[in-house]
């Protein structure tokens, strides 16, 4: 059975820094692409970052580059979120996801669509 289970949330002043972890057990990293998504209330749940297999290539958006980091530690079977520079308009519900399609092609996708299992969610909320 494949889960993902995502931690890290919190709560943050403007400016501050999170970390968010997702575990992953049932698959292998070097099979799936892993991206994390967020989802505020009110709006659609939008890709905020994903890594390819094997620790390959990484895309984000432009709201979140140059301030997030994925990075995969493959013999944990965990991917990580870096946060810096977080702003209140990066309050949402955090989600971390899994796409077989994308490991076999070696390509993450920014595309909630194409994602095959997700995690529960985990809240980051960041003050003014």
């Known amino acids: 059975e494949v889960q993902l289970q995502a931690s890290g949330g919190g709560l943050v002043e403007a400016g501050g820094s999170l970390r968010l972890s997702c575990v992953a057990s049932?698959?292998?990293?070097?099979?799936?692409?892993i991206g994390w998504f967020r989802q505020a209330p009110g709006k659609e749940r939008e890709g905020v970052s994903c890594i390819s297999p094997s620790d390959g290539p990484t895309y984000y958006p432009d709201s979140v580059k140059g301030r997030f980091t994925i990075s995969s530690d493959n013999a944990k079977n965990t991917v990580y979120l870096q946060m810096n520079s977080l702003k209140p308009e990066d309050t949402a519900v955090y989600y971390c996801a899994a796409d077989i399609d994308g490991g076999a092609l070696g390509m993450a996708t920014l595309w909630p669509s194409e994602y095959d299992y997700w995690g529960q969610g985990t809240q980051v909320t960041v003050s003014s």
């Open positions: 049932g698959l292998s990293l070097s099979d799936y692409a």
